[in-house]
């Protein structure tokens, strides 16, 4: 009898886990095929090569007007001197400015371009998933579990926080209103 019992309860999780469908996809293997990853990487590229382009410009003419400067300062008057060392180093700020201005501007076209292409991945797991049946679905390229289907999961949390002591009035409180200005 114990034997049976025994052998009842080891066949019960893998029954239940034939039940249960998983799938994956890997990302990595995706997101190059598609056209609207090679339209966004190609117009980041243009984006590159334009700031790279003006910039380059700029420290051309930065070049340019320290060297003739420095084959001019001995011969220049000092409040004539003093004004073509403010301008070079307005230069010298405008150029830095430039170029960290360039480099949030291409980060966060990266960032918006990549989001859309990764909406419509995820917009495209769910659709399966949801059709499909499936409990998970992950990524094996990043290791996230990109869809789960609440209908068929079950959502431990309440059962987490009451066996780890977490109560209503543990919870961390809310971050404060920033004032409106």
């Known amino acids: 009898m114990k034997k049976i019992i025994l052998a009842i309860l080891m066949v019960a999780p893998l029954s239940i886990m034939a039940q249960s469908k998983f799938a994956h996809f890997n990302s990595a293997d ?3 095929n598609m056209k609207e990853y090679t339209t ?3 117009e980041i590229q243009n984006m590159e090569k334009q700031f790279a382009d003006d910039l380059k410009l700029m420290q051309d003419e930065m070049q340019k007007k320290y060297e003739d400067y420095q084959k ?3 011969n220049l008057l000092e409040n004539v001197r003093a004004r073509r060392e403010q301008e070079l180093n307005d230069l010298g700020q405008r150029y830095q400015q430039s170029l960290q201005d360039s480099q949030a501007a291409l980060q966060k076209a990266t960032q918006e371009k990549m989001a859309m292409i990764s909406e419509k991945v995820m917009a495209m797991v769910k659709k ?3 059709a499909g049946g499936y409990v998970y679905i992950v990524d094996i390229s990043t290791g996230a579990v990109s869809f789960v289907n609440p209908a068929l999961s079950t959502d431990i949390t309440a059962q987490l926080k009451k066996e780890l002591g977490i ?3 543990a919870a961390l409180p809310a971050a404060p209103a920033t004032p409106a200005k």
Request: a negative charge; aromatic letters at 0%; proline letters at 7%.
């Open 128 to 130: 399966i998933g949801e």
């Open 40 to 42: 966004a990487q190609a």
């Open 30 to 32: 995706i997101l190059p």
């Open 167 to 169: 109560t209503a009035a």
């Open 72 to 74: 001019e300062a001995a």
